[in-house]
């Protein structure tokens, strides 16, 4: 079974300042997939952005990009020119891609509560 | 942009009693999920479906059952019902599986 491990249970951070998110995983599987949501007070889980084992290349949305290491089992968050729109929970997500049709599910970290100081 | 559809968005029930969750997915995608979110929670998977066939199943009671319509909307039936079963049940759909899965806003079920 996949754990997903997200070490800090809170962060803050200053308007317009970077932040990084950490998350860990471990798996046996080779294809698999890793995300990253925002739950803001709404409780609206939203899909911040998506990264394929199989990319060496970290991926990039906007203000937000990655740090993928493949070898250390290690994806963590980078949030620039922090908003205070930002302030949410930070979930990291796993997904198995091994598998057709099944075992697609996400198996998330406990979440890191993400500050945005004015 | 169509996003995911769940209804009620709040219910509040006793218990013992019965609750019916429904889930419209994004035009076009094929695949449901469930999942269950306790206070200071993580989301926990329940269940999904696809293409109208259970394809997983997670951590769920055998008091819930659900099922895939033939268009494409799913629902969550929780019979005998108890105070923990009170949390945020969220609806999730995808298309093409590594795109991600997109939630709905959930449903708040407070069971008194």
């Known amino acids: 079974a996949q754990t997903v491990t997200q070490s800090q249970p809170e962060m803050s951070v200053q308007e317009a300042e970077t932040v990084t998110l950490s998350c860990t995983y471990d798996?046996?599987?080779?294809?698999?997939?890793l995300f990253w949501y925002k739950q803001p007070p709404s409780r609206q889980m939203i899909l911040v952005i998506r990264?394929?084992?199989?990319?060496?290349q970290n991926a990039t949305e906007n203000r937000f990009s990655v740090n993928f290491q493949k070898a250390a089992k290690s994806f963590s968050l980078k949030i620039s020119d922090s908003q205070l729109g930002d302030t949410a929970m930070y979930f990291c997500?796993?997904?198995?891609?091994?598998?057709?049709?099944?075992?697609?599910?996400?198996?998330f970290g406990k979440g890191t509560l993400l500050t945005v100081n004015p | 942009a169509a996003g995911v559809i769940q209804s009620p968005r709040h219910l509040i029930k006793e218990k013992r009693e019965t609750a019916t969750l429904k889930c419209y997915p994004i035009?076009?995608?094929?695949?449901v999920y469930w999942y269950q979110q306790g206070p200071g929670q993580d989301p926990q998977f329940l269940i999904s479906?696809?293409?109208?066939?259970?394809?997983d199943k997670g951590s769920i009671p055998d008091r819930f059952s659900a099922q895939q319509f033939s268009d494409y909307h799913s629902e969550l039936n929780m019979s005998s019902l108890e105070l923990g079963d009170s949390a945020l049940y969220f609806c999730?759909?995808?298309?093409?599986?590594?795109?991600?899965?997109?939630f709905g806003p959930g449903t708040r079920l407070t069971v008194t």
């Open positions: 997500a796993f997904m198995n891609g091994e598998s057709g049709g099944s075992n697609y599910k996400l198996t």
């Open positions: 999730a759909s995808s298309f093409i599986m590594e795109e991600g899965q997109y």
């Open positions: 479906f696809y293409e109208k066939m259970q394809s």
């Open positions: 035009p076009r995608h094929d695949t």
């Open positions: 798996t046996s599987e080779n294809n698999y997939y």
């Open positions: 990264q394929e084992a199989y990319k060496q």
